[in-house]
C-alpha cells in the first residue's frame, strides 16, 4: 500500500493560465475526494467521486473548476483562467468500499498563482 | 452545512504533560468524528477516530471522547512527546467532513 500520491507537489503560474494536478488514490478505493485548504486553516471539501460517477460538487467550486476521474482510477482536477484566489493546497484523499467514511490524504499540491 | 469549532487555536506544552483540544460541531447527522495530524508542508495523517455509537476510544497515548447531545469531542494526548508538536484538525460528517480551523501543538523539552 503506497499511500494517496498527488502531482505536482508545487506549481507557481501566472493568473490567467490554466493548471491542471493528479491524484493516485490508494489502490482498490472506489471513492476519491478533493480538498482545498488556505493558510491557517482547516480543508474545505471540493468534490468527491464514487468509481468514474462525480456524486457531489461544493459551492466553493466555480465554472473555472473541473474534475474527472474517467476510469475510476487516478483522478485530474483542473482550474481554468486561474486567479490570486485559487492559491492554496489542493488536496485528495480516498476511501475504500469497506470503511467509506475513514479517509487518507496525499500530501497535497501546493499553488501559488502570481 | 456542518459547522466545526475547534480550540484552542494554539497550545504549547511541556514534555510529559498532557493536551487537550475540543471541537464541537453543528449537524445532528454527523456520525463520523476524525482527528488529523499535519506536518508542515505534509498532507493530514489519520491518528483516531470515533463514530456515533461510541463514546470513547484510545489508541496507546491518543484518547478522543465525544458527546452526542452536547454535540462537542475532544483529543486527548498523554504524555507529550517534540514529536507530537504538529497542526492537529478535528472533522465531522460522514463521507463529506468538515474541519475544524487547526490547533497548533508545541511541545516544549
Known amino acids: 500500500d503506497t499511500g494517496v500520491s498527488q502531482d505536482p507537489r508545487h506549481k507557481i503560474t501566472k493568473r490567467g493560465q490554466n493548471v491542471t494536478f493528479r491524484c493516485d488514490p490508494i489502490?482498490?478505493?472506489?471513492?476519491l475526494y478533493w480538498y482545498r485548504q488556505t493558510l491557517g486553516q482547516g480543508p474545505e471539501f471540493l468534490t468527491y467521486?464514487?468509481?468514474?460517477?462525480?456524486?457531489?460538487k461544493s459551492r466553493l467550486l466555480s465554472d473555472r473548476f473541473s474534475a474527472e476521474r474517467p476510469k475510476g482510477s487516478f483522478s485530474t482536477l483542473e482550474i481554468q483562467r486561474t486567479e490570486q484566489g485559487d492559491s492554496a493546497m489542493y488536496l485528495c484523499?480516498?476511501?475504500?468500499?469497506?470503511?467509506?467514511?475513514?479517509?487518507?490524504f496525499g500530501p497535497g499540491t501546493r499553488l501559488l498563482v502570481l | 452545512g456542518e459547522n466545526v469549532e475547534q480550540h484552542p487555536s494554539t497550545l504549547s506544552v511541556q514534555e510529559g504533560d498532557s493536551a487537550v483540544i475540543k471541537c464541537t460541531y453543528s449537524?445532528?447527522?454527523?456520525?463520523?468524528f476524525p482527528w488529523y495530524k499535519q506536518e508542515l508542508g505534509k498532507g493530514p495523517q489519520l491518528i483516531i477516530d470515533?463514530?456515533?455509537?461510541?463514546g470513547e476510544k484510545k489508541d496507546q497515548r491518543i484518547a478522543v471522547t465525544l458527546n452526542k447531545t452536547a454535540k462537542h469531542f475532544s483529543l486527548h494526548i498523554t504524555e507529550t512527546q517534540p514529536e507530537d508538536s504538529a497542526v492537529y484538525f478535528c472533522?465531522?460528517?460522514?463521507?463529506?467532513?468538515?474541519f475544524g480551523a487547526g490547533t497548533t501543538v508545541t511541545v516544549r523539552a
Open positions: 484523499a480516498s476511501s475504500s468500499l469497506r470503511d467509506e467514511e475513514t479517509q487518507y
Open positions: 467521486f464514487q468509481n468514474e460517477a462525480q456524486l457531489e
Open positions: 470515533i463514530r456515533s455509537n461510541v
Open positions: 489502490s482498490e478505493h472506489n471513492r
Open positions: 449537524d445532528s447527522a454527523s456520525n463520523y
Open positions: 472533522a465531522a460528517g460522514d463521507y463529506k467532513l468538515s
